[in-house]
């Protein structure tokens, strides 16, 4: 899908071979050209470096909390150029730390704690995956 962008980058893409890196980025239905570069300062509310899961879910739940902010996510190469555009997909409640563990570090209440909200996290992810954040990040 080709947008807003102009020959120029599109072919840059193609020289980086950003398809290349992964199944993921192959498959994303978009040709992978990076978003024209900022030429100059802006004023926002929240400025995020890198466009992988840490940056995209930050700003998908800033804007959530306000949706009137104003977030830029700048990005080096291309959305998922990272670790988050390569792993191998499994969403799990798994923390690699074990109950033992952090019973012993937290006591009980922080060990059940971390656990709850490692179980949560794989419903909020299936949630948000079948489109309910889908129009706050464009
Ligand atoms: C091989 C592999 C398999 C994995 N499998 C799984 C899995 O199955 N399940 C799971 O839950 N986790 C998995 N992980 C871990 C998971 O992918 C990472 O924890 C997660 O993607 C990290 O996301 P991130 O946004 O913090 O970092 P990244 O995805 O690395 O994003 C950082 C971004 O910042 C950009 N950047 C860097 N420097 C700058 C700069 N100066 N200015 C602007 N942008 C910059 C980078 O280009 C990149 O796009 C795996 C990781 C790997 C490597």
Do not use: Q
């Given at each position: ?35 024209p ?53 499994w ?29 949560e ?18």
């Amino acid at each position: 899908m080709t947008r807003r962008h102009d020959i120029a980058a599109s072919d840059r893409a193609a020289a980086a071979g950003y398809a290349k890196h992964s199944f993921w980025l192959e498959t994303a239905g978009d040709d992978l050209t990076p978003r024209p570069r900022l030429d100059g300062g802006i004023t926002i509310d929240v400025a995020i470096l890198g466009a992988g899961y840490s940056g995209l879910w930050t700003a998908y739940y800033l804007l959530r909390r306000d949706p009137s902010s104003t977030i830029a996510i700048v990005e080096r190469e291309i959305a998922g150029y990272g670790a988050s555009g390569r792993n191998g997909g499994w969403c799990s409640a798994g923390f690699p730390v074990s109950l033992p563990v952090l019973r012993a570090t937290y006591g009980d209440d922080g060990a059940r704690a971390v656990t709850l909200a490692m179980n949560e996290t794989v419903d909020e992810v299936g949630a948000i995956g079948r489109g309910k954040g889908s129009t706050l990040i464009s």
